[in-house]
């Protein structure tokens, strides 16, 4: 179960790089009414044109599929994998196997577009050709390991489906998120300690977009001197003796308080005055615009009193 929670919050961790083009005249529900001459450049650097419309849409993680749906594009997604089923996309349409992509039933949806996360490839080779090969626009979603790769995602992707103002909107409510944090920590005296554990022995340090929400929030993450997504020991987090301990493990049956009864931990001041706090999964795994309220819960885990 720690494995497969592991994989599906790692899953989640999602960024593309992206070459701006003009701006679309926009309609009031946030599409564009340009035409196709307009181009803007994919993750791989290579110039595609964008469509004058998509009806058709298969995405192949959760991340991407909360963007789509944030874009007003829920009733264009045809497919999606099955961890996308609590977007708001509903279950029927939630049947993808994202570890195993079954790409004959893509084939026969005829999407017009396929966002496919770089977490469903293994970096040697095209595992997607025979999309392409059918005609199928594909494009790869690298994992974002930071807010700005996540905006540059959503930028992507607004800018392709041509719902460019519905695109800045969510990146405006990040940034706007981000400011009223930054003035409200201001307020506190000092930065609390903070471990953020992602799975039992699980953690994370600079270079991924959890540690910047951390700091934003107004934390200092015991493992920021290191980098990626770790694996980390009860020594080490009884060593940095945090302040504060922050858990997004959430699967049915897990009560996190069992962190208050691991052998050591009493010697931590976080578990000393009971500080130990569980948050949603979804906003603060998922690299998606609902980061915004990702980080705005894990200020209020982290300095509650600024919140009252």
Known sequence: ?????????????????????????????GSSSSSASSQIEDRLGNKVDVPDSIEKIVSTSPANTEILVGLGLKDKIIAADTYSADTGIGDSKATLDLQNLNLEQIISLKPDAVFVDEINTDGSSDPYSSLKDAGIKVFYIPSANSLQGIKDNIKFIAE????????????????????????????ASQKKKVY?????GYSFGKDTFLNE???IAGGENI????????SVTDESIISANPDIII???????????????????????????NNVV??????????SQNIAEGMMIIAKAINPDLYE
């Open 278 to 287: 569980q948050v949603p999964l979804n906003p603060t795994s998922r690299a």
């Open 160 to 187: 392709y489906t041509q719902t460019d103002e519905k695109g800045s909107e969510l990146i405006k409510n990040i940034d706007d998120t981000i400011d009223k944090i930054k003035k409200t920590t201001e307020k």
């Open 223 to 230: 493992f920021a001197g290191q980098s990626g997504w770790i």
């Open 1 to 29: 179960m720690k494995k497969s929670l592991v994989s599906i919050v790692l899953a989640g961790i999602i960024a593309i790089s992206f070459a701006a083009c003009s701006n679309n005249a926009a309609s009031s529900d």
């Open 247 to 273: 858990t997004n493990v959430s699967y049915d049956g897990y009560d996190y308080k069992e962190i208050l009864s691991r052998p050591g931990w009493d010697a931590i001041n976080a578990v000393k005055n």
């Open 196 to 200: 953020f554990e992602i799975s039992q």
């Open 213 to 215: 929400m951390v700091e």
